[in-house]
């Protein structure tokens, strides 16, 4: 049940009305905790039941840590939680790929072996709720949150429909208090999330749907394509991903805020970054945030020699790499972007003698300078995400420095560059609005009804006009 689907919209207007229907808050919890799992029971209704069935273990265990005074029977109890969702997440998303890798070593070898391939089905989403529950039993374990005593709110906080299947990724301390506070009806917020929903399905469905015409067909067969095209599919996959997954997280930003509910924004303009350090403070910012509270830190974070904060980072980001997908070009993805980050690093510790130096390259004048040169890495590294295998990757990389292939890109290049154009101008008013929120929230307040559902129709209008008829499948869908 995708977010841009009729099925999804006929869904959530029944919840819409009858969540603001109740005037108990306590049915509003269970009519939501109902449809969550209603909503994920569409895929698979026993991966449905086994996040219910582990959800229940962490709320346990929870409570347990909390009443443990014992600190080594504490430590027992979080490492089993830890460990138990752990488990579940690498027997479901990475065992066949260890296995492979396995045979293939022992091939390589010289040993004749065939090992088994399980039959196991991925859950939708299980990389998000995994993290959210090892946030919650690691922060109670550390004092920093109380355990949630009602089982109901917890399992909501698990299985929130607009956030379950790929995030952003909720804190508990952030989404549990939420529940408990009186939910009354809101015309400003109604229509402040009604145009993040829209906003989201334009650019799920104008610009990354669109950019997937360019993209697929030159990832597939690179070798076939000119340099012109190799370059499209690269800058276009850059579009489709951040499109993609930023309209994505606008979309269950803007459902969550029509119930009453706030989620964690997860991108805040990433391509006006001048480095790569900033970059992943702006990109994917549930995940980033996440893998700096409950990794890098916890292996040391920035205290240490330069070498030891390498170490961290790099093991940091690779682990970060490995949790988008289980194979090998993803590993190197998240080690290359550590290493990037060392480099970045070592650079500012090298600088720092030199203020006037350090002065010059923060100034204004170099910004589209650093920008560009950050964007330039940023894409570069993303054929290593896009492409399948290693051998794919040479072969894209080969076609970017010109190759042998003479075919032409699948669509013109203005088209890339209209959606460029339309990136430039809402990151531009993503800045004026960040500058103007207070009048931003008083437009979506004082606005006459007409007037914003002739905006939001013609929003619609648009994304169905531009894009390409058919709806692809959310890029984080398989994370």
């Given at each position: 049940?995708?977010?841009?689907?009729?099925?999804?919209?006929?869904?959530?207007?029944?919840?819409?009305?009858?969540?603001?229907?109740?005037?108990?808050?306590?049915?509003?919890?269970?009519?939501?905790?109902?449809?969550?799992?209603?909503?994920?029971?569409?895929?698979?209704?026993?991966?449905?039941?086994?996040?219910?069935?582990?959800?229940?273990?962490?709320?346990?265990?929870?409570?347990?840590?909390?009443?443990?005074?014992?600190?080594?029977?504490?430590?027992?109890?979080?490492?089993?939680?830890?460990?138990?969702?752990?488990?579940?997440?690498?027997?479901?998303?990475?065992?066949?790929?260890?296995?492979?890798?396995?045979?293939?070593?022992?091939?390589?070898?010289?040993?004749?072996?065939?090992?088994?391939?399980?039959?196991?089905?991925?859950?939708?989403?299980?990389?998000?709720?995994?993290?959210?529950?090892?946030?919650?039993?690691?922060?109670?374990?550390?004092?920093?949150?109380?355990?949630?005593?009602?089982?109901?709110?917890?399992?909501?906080?698990?299985?929130?429909?607009?956030?379950?299947?790929?995030?952003?990724?909720?804190?508990?301390?952030?989404?549990?208090p939420q529940i408990n506070r009186p939910k009354r009806w809101d015309w400003a917020r109604f229509t402040l999330g009604g145009w993040l929903f829209i906003l989201g399905l334009f650019m799920k469905l104008a610009l990354a749907?669109?950019?997937?015409?360019?993209?697929?067909?030159?990832?597939?067969?690179?070798?076939?394509?000119?340099?012109?095209?190799?370059?499209?599919a690269a800058i276009g996959f850059a579009i489709q991903v951040f499109c993609d997954f930023s309209g994505y997280t606008n979309m269950a930003l803007g459902t969550a805020h029509m119930l009453g509910y706030k989620l964690t924004?997860?991108?805040?303009?990433?391509?006006?970054?001048?480095?790569?350090?900033?970059?992943?403070?702006?990109?994917?910012?549930?995940?980033?945030?996440?893998?700096?509270?409950?990794?890098?830190?916890?292996?040391?974070?920035?205290?240490?020699?330069?070498?030891?904060?390498?170490?961290?980072?790099?093991?940091?980001?690779?682990?970060?790499?490995?949790?988008?997908?289980?194979?090998?070009?993803?590993?190197?993805?998240?080690?290359?972007?550590?290493?990037?980050?060392?480099?970045?690093?070592?650079?500012?510790?090298?600088?720092?003698?030199?203020?006037?130096?350090?002065?010059?390259?923060?100034?204004?004048?170099?910004?589209?300078?650093?920008?560009?040169?950050?964007?330039?890495?940023?894409?570069?590294?993303?054929?290593?995400?896009?492409?399948?295998?290693?051998?794919?990757?040479?072969?894209?990389?080969?076609?970017?420095?010109?190759?042998?292939?003479?075919?032409?890109?699948?669509?013109?290049?203005?088209?890339?560059?209209?959606?460029?154009?339309?990136?430039?101008?809402?990151?531009?008013?993503?800045?004026?609005?960040?500058?103007?929120?207070?009048?931003?929230?008083?437009?979506?307040?004082?606005?006459?009804?007409?007037?914003?559902?002739?905006?939001?129709?013609?929003?619609?209008?648009?994304?169905?006009?531009?894009?390409?008829?058919?709806?692809?499948?959310?890029?984080?869908?398989?994370?």
């Amino acid at each position: 049940m995708l977010f841009c689907t009729k099925d999804f919209l006929f869904f959530y207007l029944a919840v819409f009305c009858l969540y603001w229907a109740t005037p108990n808050a306590r049915a509003r919890v269970w009519l939501l905790l109902i449809s969550s799992y209603i909503f994920y029971a569409t895929w698979n209704h026993w991966l449905a039941l086994l996040i219910v069935v582990t959800s229940g273990a962490d709320f346990l265990l929870a409570q347990r840590i909390e009443k443990a005074i014992s600190i080594r029977t504490r430590k027992a109890l979080l490492s089993f939680s830890v460990l138990m969702n752990i488990g579940l997440l690498v027997y479901f998303k990475y065992a066949n790929f260890f296995l492979d890798s396995l045979e293939q070593t022992l091939r390589s070898a010289g040993a004749e072996v065939s090992l088994p391939t399980l039959k196991v089905i991925l859950p939708i989403g299980i990389s998000f709720y995994t993290f959210e529950a090892i946030n919650y039993i690691v922060d109670v374990y550390r004092g920093r949150l109380k355990a949630e005593k009602n089982l109901a709110h917890f399992l909501l906080f698990i299985l929130f429909f607009p956030h379950l299947i790929a995030g952003p990724i909720v804190r508990a301390r952030d989404f549990l208090p939420q529940i408990n506070r009186p939910k009354r009806w809101d015309w400003a917020r109604f229509t402040l999330g009604g145009w993040l929903f829209i906003l989201g399905l334009f650019m799920k469905l104008a610009l990354a749907d669109r950019m997937a015409l360019i993209v697929d067909p030159v990832f597939e067969n690179p070798e076939r394509f000119d340099a012109q095209a190799n370059w499209m599919a690269a800058i276009g996959f850059a579009i489709q991903v951040f499109c993609d997954f930023s309209g994505y997280t606008n979309m269950a930003l803007g459902t969550a805020h029509m119930l009453g509910y706030k989620l964690t924004p997860n991108f805040a303009m990433p391509f006006l970054s001048r480095n790569l350090g900033e970059f992943w403070r702006r990109w994917h910012m549930s995940l980033s945030s996440w893998l700096r509270d409950y990794l890098f830190i916890p292996l040391g974070g920035s205290r240490g020699s330069t070498l030891f904060v390498c170490r961290n980072l790099i093991i940091t980001m690779t682990i970060g790499g490995l949790w988008h997908g289980a194979n090998w070009n993803m590993v190197l993805w998240g080690t290359l972007m550590g290493l990037l980050l060392c480099l970045h690093r070592i650079f500012n510790l090298f600088i720092q003698p030199w203020p006037s130096f350090n002065s010059f390259l923060r100034s204004t004048y170099l910004t589209p300078i650093c920008v560009g040169c950050t964007l330039l890495l940023f894409v570069l590294s993303l054929v290593v995400f896009r492409t399948p295998s290693l051998r794919a990757t040479g072969f894209m990389f080969e076609g970017l420095l010109g190759g042998q292939g003479t075919q032409a890109a699948p669509l013109p290049l203005r088209s890339l560059l209209v959606t460029i154009l339309l990136l430039i101008v809402g990151h531009a008013w993503g800045v004026y609005l960040r500058d103007n929120r207070f009048a931003w929230r008083r437009l979506f307040r004082t606005a006459p009804p007409s007037l914003l559902g002739f905006a939001y129709a013609g929003m619609v209008t648009l994304a169905i006009v531009l894009g390409p008829g058919s709806s692809k499948a959310f890029i984080y869908f398989q994370f």
